[in-house]
Nanobody, 125 residues
Framework: VQLQAYGGGLVQAGDSLKLSCTTS????????VGWFRQAPGREREFVAA????????VYADSVKGRFTITRDNRENTVYLQMNSLKPEDTAVYHC???????????????????WGRGTEVTVSS
């Protein structure tokens, strides 16, 4: 199973970016999919996730109201729309897939089995 995140780039504060996460070897609809990020010198942190059995979503407080996670099962792709970007959003963003059925556990990185290479997002002030 391979995941690939892409869509990152260098933007200014207030701009938007849309990240995509695609996979080969697994049907995304069978998995919960999450986005995590890691800034230089900081630990990895949860950003957003969508449950496998529904379109239920959960967000970190720091991105709530600005980021939106969606999934397109036909395209086997999960998106992260990021609006009103801030310099503190600067990080490498990774997507990951989890087969947990426990929605509340999607915020924990340990619940994810498959991880993709990240895509770098840099937000300048």
């Amino acid at each position: 199973v391979q995941l690939q995140a892409y869509g990152g780039g260098l933007v200014q504060a207030g701009d938007s970016l849309k990240l995509s996460c695609t996979t080969s070897g697994v049907a995304f609809r069978r998995y919960g999919v999450g986005w995590f990020r890691q800034a230089p010198g900081r630990e990895r942190e949860f950003v957003a996730a969508v449950h496998r059995n529904s379109d239920n979503t959960v967000y970190a407080d720091s991105v709530k109201g600005r980021f939106t996670i969606t999934r397109d099962n036909r395209e086997n792709t999960v998106y992260l729309q990021m609006n009103s970007l801030k310099p503190e959003d600067t990080a490498v963003y990774h997507c990951a897939a989890s087969n947990t059925i426990i929605f509340s556990s999607l915020q924990m990185g340990s619940m994810y089995t498959y991880w993709g290479r990240g895509t770098e997002v840099t937000v300048s002030s």
